[in-house]
C-alpha cells in the first residue's frame, strides 16, 4: 500500500473510531463516557529528537492535530540522544527516536534496542536510502556540499573531491563543524568506504590545514556567505531553505563529484525503541512521517530531499538521482563512538 493509502486508511480508522466513540457516548450509560475519556487520555508519545525544534516542531503539531496523541518531545543532539538511549537502555521512556543522521540511528539498533518496523514502511523507501534490517526508516536525503564565497570564486575553482582541500593553497580557509552529527556521519562513512588510516589522514590534514571550527552548519554558512571564511562543508539545505532567494546570495553551492565521498547523500530517519514494541501510537507517528503529508513538510519547510512519491526535490538544486551518490552501506554507518574518538584524538574536537 503507498504512503497516501496508509495515510488514508489511519484517517478512515480514526473516523471509525470517532464515530464509533460518539455514539457509545450518546446511547450509553455515563461509565461508558469515563471510559471514552480514558481512552483518550491514554493516546500519548515520548519522541527523542535529534532534529531542531524550529524545524520539526511544526510538523509534530500537525501530527497531534491529526491523530489527537500527545506528543512529549526532547530535544538535543543526535549523538547526544543516542548516548543517552545506549545509557537508558530498556528503561528509556522514548518511543520514538528521531535522528537527523543514519549513524546515531545505526548506534542505537547495534544495541539491540530499536524494534523492526513494519516492511510496509520500509518497503517504501529506495533500499540505498533506509536500513537493510528494517530496525529503522529513512525519511529525507541530505547532501553533503561545499558552500564557497562566489565573490572569490567560481564554481569551477572550487574542489569536487574533499580530499584537494587539504592542498596548501586551501589554508586556512575551510570551515568544516567537527560536533555536528552529519559531519560525524560524513567521516564514518569515509572510515566505512576508505579505511580506518584514509579517515584519519584526512582529519589530519584538515588540522594541519588550519581548518577553521565552526559550531553549527548554520554558522558557517553565515560566515561563507560574510566572506569571512571561504569555503564550508555543510547539508544543502542550510542553504536551500535560505529566507531569500539563495540564488542571490554570496555563498553558493559546490556538489562533490559523483561516486565520490564528497557526494554523501545521508539520511534522516526514524526508529521505535524496543521497549515501545507494539505501540500504535509509536507506530502512527513513524507512519505520519513517511506519509504524503510528512514528506510534503519535510520538502517544503526543510528543504530536504523526500524519500518517498512522486515528490520532487527542492528548489535550486540538482535532482536527488543526478547527485551521483558514493556506494555507501548507511546501515554501516553505526561505529558513531569509533568516529568520534578519532576526531577527538586528532584534535578537532
Known amino acids: 500500500m503507498t504512503a497516501p493509502g496508509r495515510t488514508a486508511a489511519f484517517f478512515a480508522s480514526a473516523v471509525a473510531a470517532a464515530m464509533l466513540l460518539t455514539a457509545c457516548s450518546t446511547a450509553s450509560s455515563e461509565p461508558a463516557a469515563t471510559e471514552t475519556v480514558a481512552a483518550d487520555e491514554d493516546r500519548t508519545l515520548v519522541v527523542y529528537s535529534g532534529r531542531d525544534e524550529e524545524l520539526v516542531a ?27 538511549l545506549l545509557e537508558e537502555g530498556s528503561a ?76 596548501p593553497a586551501w589554508q586556512g580557509k575551510v570551515g568544516i563543524v567537527p560536533a555536528n552529527a552529519s559531519f560525524q556521519s560524513f567521516i564514518t562513512a569515509m572510515r566505512v568506504q576508505e579505511g580506518e588510516d584514509r579517515a ?13 571550527i565552526f559550531g553549527r552548519n548554520g554558522e558557517l554558512l553565515e560566515a561563507v556567505n560574510a566572506g569571512a571564511v571561504d569555503v564550508g562543508l555543510i547539508n544543502h539545505y542550510y542553504w536551500a531553505r535560505s529566507e531569500q532567494d539563495p540564488a542571490t546570495l554570496r555563498a553558493q553551492l559546490k556538489f562533490g563529484d559523483p561516486g565520490s565521498i564528497g557526494a554523501l547523500v545521508n539520511v534522516t530517519g526514524a526508529g521505535i525503541l524496543a521497549p515501545a514494541e507494539g505501540s500504535s501510537e509509536a507506530l502512527e507517528f513513524v507512519e505520519y512521517l513517511v506519509s ?58
Open 200 to 212: 584519519r589522514e584526512w582529519l589530519e590534514g584538515m588540522k594541519a590545514n588550519g581548518a577553521q
Open 292 to 349: 504524503n503529508e510528512g514528506q510534503t513538510y519535510f520538502l517544503e519547510e526543510t528543504y530536504e530531499y523526500p524519500l518517498i512519491g512522486d515528490l520532487e526535490g527542492p528548489a535550486g538544486v540538482p535532482p536527488l538521482a543526478d547527485l551521483g551518490a558514493p556506494d555507501v552501506d548507511l546501515s554501516q554507518l553505526s561505529s558513531l563512538q569509533n568516529t568520534v574518538a578519532m576526531i577527538t584524538e586528532v584534535g578537532l574536537l
Open 58 to 84: 511544526p510538523l509534530i503539531e500537525q501530527f497531534e492535530d491529526a491523530s489527537g496523541i500527545d506528543v512529549e518531545v526532547r530535544y538535543a543532539g543526535s549523538t547526544e540522544l543516542a548516548a543517552q
Open 92 to 167: 528509556t521512556p522514548a518511543q520514538v527516536f528521531l535522528s537527523q543522521d543514519s549513524g546515531a540511528l545505526g548506534a542505537v539498533a547495534a544495541e539491540g534496542l530499536l524494534t523492526t518496523l513494519p516492511s510496509e514502511i520500509t518497503s517504501l523507501v529506495p533500499s540505498k536510502y533506509t536500513s537493510r534490517d528494517d530496525s529503522w526508516v529513512g525519511l529525507t536525503g541530505r547532501a553533503r556540499v561545499i558552500a564557497y564565497d562566489s565573490e572569490k570564486y567560481t564554481a569551477d575553482q572550487i574542489p569536487g573531491d574533499v580530499w584537494q582541500l587539504l592542498d
